[in-house]
């Protein structure tokens, strides 16, 4: 059955009516935008979603959609429930429980107390960049008995000079400049050779990382990760900015007055960003940290210099709350750009300056490097689908693609995006000479850095998590390696099955404008929104087109929906199907349909579809100032329906 909205005046809950949850979708009938089968996230037990009403620890009342939400995510219990929408400093875990912080802690300390030259080396990426600021933040408060350590200039790697990994260059400046610590952050798990060369130089290596890697290497002083085999600590899933707070969270438990009292709140915002850039669970600790950062960010009090120029260039800075969305595909692109096509030491000095006029003005460059990276992003990515085209026919389980024109810096995301287009495993290569540079992104299901360890053999080196990863082989064995990667991929479970998943069932036909954006009101309070915590996706079956979709943007790239549907809604208010619904970056998939359509454009009127959406809040600022709605429907993919 449906439910109706359980929206009312005055404090308390009422228990909620359940609520009906689709049924999956019959097999053939696919999304027209994402190719893939539909599937419920789950059917919660009545009993549940009782329960969950009455232990709900919120003081306004809400709808039976809310409640049905956190059910079908298993945010069930008075606990979970109440960590979930309160999360606390409290609530994270005892870091000593993380294997080696404790001698990585004492050796800080050690560095500290005696006065010791001291090098941190990060990673080019945004995790990275936001491990090497919290590092160089924490040596520089770093405190023991009124000495400090010296710090060395923080350092993060040239991509196209310094390749991935531990850069051997540095290694030697750090040696003859008499370091004695080096601390790399969100690398140097599999770096065997240069922890050596740094061991012969004189120096104690502590790792701080979350990649996975065969072997502990010879002779490092500590390594603290995560994921490493046999770890007890409850959260694996610690990017390597997360594992450099918890040591910071470490030292101000083995010695309280080293780090200022306020030193773990003013950090948590490059946590934060690291977190959701890396697209870690954002659930459990990840949560608070994230909760907490975002926070900070929000606050014009607390922003550092650099996030507050850089939310000025993304245009977030009219006051509203910052939120992981914001930080995935407004901030941490132009941070990560930086460090795939432009210069890298612009980011970490755009998050370490506390001057306002350096901040505009490394902002200004990110957000120029940004515009780079777009463009030539859409040039890889359109000669990939063309080269993808004759594997895909065939029905190839995985994309493996190469050119030497391709710019390794951008390279991941033209093959993200890929995996969208075409629902597998793809990894394109940069063919530079004698030796190719990769970056692979997975579907859901396929542990990417599985499949690589297969193919060992082929690569000269690599490294990465069940979804993404880099690589670098012989140019001369990218053959080789394709058929070796497929072949791999089909010892994994089949790949056509992943499907697109939904919350819950919502008849918007019979709803109003006030209730979406009620609704809209209660998802926020599910935020952050990320991986392990999606903003929630809903199902609406048996609209009618009313009118053939507008183009929108350049090229006709998004479209503009407008609907119909076959109830009525409660009277008092404006329907809710008089809003429309955007769809970005549809406008190839849907001309793909009207091609194979018979009647074309002519049948749409006639045509019944099923649709999944998001409600969203619209921060969109029309240049010329003029009005807009402040909720906004986000159609991600839609299918033919039944007949009438």
Known sequence: MQYELGFGEGGGLEPAPVPAVGPPAPPGRLGVLSGRAWRAAGVPDPGVIEAVSRALPLSRRVSGHLVALLAVRGVVGEEALERFFYPEFKHLHDPLLLDEIEPAARRLLAAARTGEKVAVHGDFDVDGLTGTALLAELLRALSVGGRRCELQPPFVPDRARDGYGVARRMLDVWAAAGVGLLVTVDTGSAAHEEIAVALAGGMDVVVLDHHLFDARPAGVHALVNPRRPGNLYPNAELC????????????????????????????????????????????????????????????????????RALLEKAGLDHGQAVTATHVAYQLAPRLNACGRIGRVQAALDLLLTRDVDEARALAAEADETNKRRRDT????????????????????????????????????ISAARLVERYNVPSILFSLEGEESRGSARSVPGVDIKAVLDRCAGLLVRYGGHAQAAGMTLRTRDLDAFRESFLASLREEPAQAGVPETYDLDLALDALTVQDVAQLNQECALLEPFGEGNRAPVFRCDGLRLTAAPATVGRGGEHLRFRFAGPGQPRAGGTPALAMSFISFGAGKAWESLLAELPGGRAALPELRWDILFQIATNNWRPSNGAPVDPVQLQLLDIRRGDAP
């Open 240 to 307: 390597g900015v997360g594992v450099a707070f918890k040591l910071a969270q470490a030292l101000t438990l083995l010695d309280p007055g080293c780090l200022p009292e306020d030193f773990l709140a003013s950090v948590q915002d490059l946590a934060a960003l690291g977190l959701i850039a890396d697209q870690m669970p954002l659930v459990d600790e990840n949560r608070v940290l994230v909760r907490r950062g975002l926070e900070r960010i929000s606050d014009r009090q607390t922003v550092r210099p650099g996030l």
């Open 377 to 412: 992003d859409q040039r890889v990515m359109d000669e990939a689908v063309l080269k993808a085209q004759p594997y895909a026919e065939r029905g190839d389980p995985g994309l493996i693609l190469g050119d030497e024109r391709w710019h390794r810096g951008v390279i991941g």
